[in-house]
């Protein structure tokens, strides 16, 4: 896709405001264009000795009646062009949300989060303004320009040409500060990004600031970049302050040219003080167009950068992508299947290598090993986050590639390792937003999650606000409410990444016994704590990617000194732990 291709279908939307904007427009224009003849005509009326004062007041009675037709001709063609342009921004911001959501966690792990937000603001802000002030420059810088220049010419060709001598360099500096401006003004945002960003991380880590005691280079880091925010406004104040002075003093020159060399030619009789009048008045009404002409090319430039940009991203395919004929599972079982599987996070350094599982329907797998071995990898894979690089991961017999994504996610239920909650009520990031809960459903999930009491001692119980992030519940209580998130529709398979690492001996014992209870999904869990797999009917010890060890607990314990010397230490804490509440 081009960045014509993608533009196209927004005009095509809205062809016909715009055709009514650009009317309005040109309406505009027109009765811009005809106030110098009546003030022409009542100049040479004056100068005549003919003017009456009827005459006078039909002359400024059709004045007024044209500014009025121009002002409501103005308000028109802006509500119609600038209109279009906020609708297709609309429209393009929508898409390109819509598009990232398409897009698999492989682009999100490559992207920054900032680039991102500055597509989804100030390109497709470049976009609005190339498609709105753009098509207004345009027609201007054409109609407007050429019309003076016509008109000008009509009085004295040879008048025009002396006039429109200092024309090109208002042109020429329209563009060169135009494009200064912008460059300044890019810079001015980035500073404003920076003191966001550094505002946005030092309150989001405030307790690591207070704890560690960096409040103070915290403070001297944004006073650096409020400082450097004010430098970069002052060299943006420097180009907008010079422009208008320098316009002003070169459409004075025109108008220098005119006086001089047109004052002559009404002492001469060359032209009447009428068509005096009306020179000055369309050169006057030349600026405009002639500045639009600068920066109108700037604009275009400008938006057609930020539409290759986005063209890049709507470029962008997913490479969990959804079959063209997804194979339907009538009855599934939650039977699973991993055939030499390998996986690579960037293509270079393999992750998992020759991993090889069967997990028939019902049974349940544990999956331990040392930080970074893999499992969050390994989990990842089977609810279809990431492809892998080689090898067959299948559901029921059907490799994952051939079901609907949409099925995948709803036979496979999956709670990642890290509990994000988003900002709302426990019972929306639960069951979600705006979605109408199931009272049964719920009350399953929060009973099997251990977290009914927890939302009993809350006065607004499940409509409690959770906050950013989940900020207002602890550690153990955001995990639980992710746990009782991933338990609220039954599926026919569970996946679990270390679902009780923040919560106490006592409420994960309780947790693991509700999780085990049902017996008819097949459950895959990933865990520190060995309480979480001991009760699986198998388990794998992964080391560096690999499968170094697996079976039962007890043939673990028989067989894998790694397996041992954890369970052994684990079960030590525990009697500790114990003791102390004894
Ligand atoms: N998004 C990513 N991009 C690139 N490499 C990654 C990414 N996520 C993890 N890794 C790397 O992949 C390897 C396996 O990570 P994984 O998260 O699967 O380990 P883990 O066994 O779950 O660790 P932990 O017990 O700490 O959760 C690690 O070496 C890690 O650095």
């Known amino acids: 896709m081009t960045a014509f291709d993608l533009i196209r279908p927004y005009f095509r939307a809205n062809l016909r405001r715009i055709a009514t904007g650009l009317l309005f427009l040109l309406g505009v224009d027109a009765f811009q264009l005809f106030i110098p003849r009546i003030v022409k005509h009542a100049v040479d009326a004056l100068s ?164 560690f005691g960096r409040g103070k280079q915290v403070d001297h880091r944004l006073k650096d970049l409020s400082g450097d925010y004010v430098r970069r406004n002052l060299r943006l104040v420097r180009v907008t302050g010079s422009l208008m002075p320098l316009m002003i003093f070169l459409s004075g020159m025109g108008t220098a040219i005119v006086v001089g060399a047109g004052g002559r030619l009404v002492i001469t009789g060359g032209i009447s003080p009428g068509d005096f009048v009306a020179f000055i008045s369309y050169l006057g009404l030349l600026t405009w167009p002639m500045m639009a002409l600068g920066w109108m090319t700037n604009l275009v430039q400008r938006g057609k950068a930020s539409l290759d940009r986005l063209a890049v991203i709507f470029n962008e395919r997913p490479e969990v992508a959804e079959p063209r004929h997804p194979t339907p599972i009538a009855n599934p079982t939650g039977r699973l299947d991993m055939e030499k599987v390998f996986f690579s996070f960037n293509g270079s350094r393999q992750v998992l290598r020759h991993i090889s599982l069967a997990v028939e329907s019902g049974k349940s797998v544990g999956v331990v090993g040392p930080p970074g071995s893999g499992k969050t990898a390994l989990l990842s894979l089977l609810v279809r986050l990431y492809d892998p690089t080689g090898g067959t991961i299948r559901m029921d017999g059907v490799p994952l590639p051939d079901l609907a994504t949409a099925d995948v996610r709803r036979l496979v239920r999956f709670m990642p390792q890290e509990p994000w909650l988003f900002s709302g009520t426990i019972e929306e990031n639960i069951c979600g937003p705006g979605a109408h809960a199931d009272a049964r459903k719920l009350d399953r999930a929060v009973t099997e999650a251990c977290l009914a009491q927890t939302i009993e001692g809350f006065e607004d119980g499940l409509n409690t606000i959770v906050g950013e992030k989940g900020v207002m519940l602890s550690g153990g209580q955001k995990q639980r409410v992710a746990l009782a998130r991933t338990l609220y529709d039954p599926s026919p398979v569970l996946i679990l990444d270390d679902p009780v690492s923040q919560v106490d001996t006592r409420t994960a014992h309780h947790i693991i016994e509700a999780v085990f209870a049902d017996t008819g999904r097949t459950l895959v869990v990933a865990s520190h704590r060995f309480a979480a797999i001991v009760p699986c009917d198998e388990i794998l010890v992964m080391e560096e990617g690999r499968i170094r060890a697996r079976g039962s607990h007890e043939h673990l314990l028989k067989t894998d000194d790694y397996y041992r010397e954890t369970w052994r230490l684990q079960s030590l804490a525990l009697e500790i732990e114990e003791a102390d509440h004894a």
């Not at 009675?61 to 062009?81: D, E, K, Y």
């Not at 500060?177 to 003191?195: D, S, Y």
């Open 48 to 211: 005549a000795g003919t003017a009456t004062p009827h005459l006078l007041a039909r002359d400024g009675g059709i004045i007024v009646c044209f500014a009025m037709l121009i002002g409501v001709f103005r308000f028109g063609w802006r509500h119609c062009l600038i209109g279009t342009s906020r609708r297709v921004e609309r429209a393009i911001r929508s898409d390109l949300f819509s598009h990232l959501l398409t897009l698999d966690a492989r682009y999100f792990d490559t992207t920054r989060t900032g680039d991102l937000m500055s597509h989804a603001t100030s390109d497709i802000n470049n976009i609005r303004m190339a498609t709105g002030m753009g098509i207004v420059a345009v027609t201007d810088a054409v109609v407007l320009g050429g019309a003076a220049i016509g008109f000008m010419a009509w009085i004295h060709p040879g008048l025009t040409l002396m006039a429109l001598i200092p024309m090109p360099f208002i042109v020429l500096s329209a563009r060169v500060f135009g494009r200064r401006m912008h460059a300044r003004h890019k810079a001015v945002q980035e500073g404003l990004a920076a003191i966001t960003e550094h505002v946005r991380e030092a309150v989001d880590g405030i307790r690591v600031v207070k704890v």
